[in-house]
């Protein structure tokens, strides 16, 4: 596994205040949600930094080991999909290393927001729930969590107030439905401030979605 992460990254206009790290999702890379910087019309617009990670290049086992950016190994689609869970590991030291980089230029971690689709968003509910210090708010599209069940020993108090927005689409044939409601379920119920939102659409994101986000960071920034 890679050391450090290279990335993609929109700088603020004016002081830099906050910082976004949006992670994408299996096969793609930091320029896929390059365009949401400017579709989110944040307030605080101009004092954000946009942080698009690209995951290591890695064998993908469900894609007949074909090397693709992954933030881990996905080795059976099903329902609850089989994966490589230390990779998950892995990857969330990766991503704590871009907090700490933000730290380190000045911005505190309760301005640093973690969003990520599909296997992004596995890893940013990973890192948000785990981190030791707050955080700003936690985003997870088209997402699940093969951890969860780690958090009842590795859960960070410091994030158990942090919010939490999970969307998704109820004709998602990739991530099932019920698997990201099952998140939402079990965060709610161990009392996190998590917000459900569910669409008419398959493993993507809508424009509902992006003003449903948009309020979300607005409130928080």
Not at 78 to 104: F, T
Request: aromatic letters at 8%; hydrophobic letters at 45%.
């Amino acid at each position: 596994m890679t050391s450090e992460l290279s990335t993609i990254e929109i700088h603020p206009n004016a002081d830099h205040r906050y910082s976004v790290i949006w992670l994408h999702g299996l096969g793609a890379d930091g320029h896929d949600f390059e365009d949401i910087a400017q579709t989110l019309h944040l307030n605080a617009a101009p004092h954000c930094r946009f942080i698009f990670p690209n995951a290591p290049i890695q064998a993908v086992t469900i894609n007949g080991g074909v090397e693709m950016r992954a933030w881990y190994d996905i080795l059976v689609m099903a329902l609850e999909r089989e994966v490589d869970i230390n990779g998950i590991y892995q990857s969330a030291k990766l991503i704590e290393q871009l907090i700490e980089r933000e730290k380190n230029n000045g911005i505190a971690a309760e301005n640093i927001l973690l969003a990520g689709f599909s296997q992004g968003g596995v890893v940013a509910l990973h890192v948000g729930l785990r981190y030791p210090e707050k955080l700003a708010g936690i985003i997870a599209l088209s997402s699940y969590l093969p951890t969860i069940g780690q958090l009842n020993t590795e859960a960070s108090a410091a994030n158990k107030n942090t919010p939490i927005f999970i969307g998704h689409g109820i004709l998602d044939s990739v991530v099932a439905v019920e698997s990201g409601k099952a998140v939402f379920d079990s965060l709610h119920a161990q009392g996190y401030p998590v917000q459900w939102h569910d669409y008419l659409m398959e493993h993507s994101v809508c424009i509902e979605e992006v003003e449903h986000i948009a309020t979300f960071i607005n409130g928080i920034f």
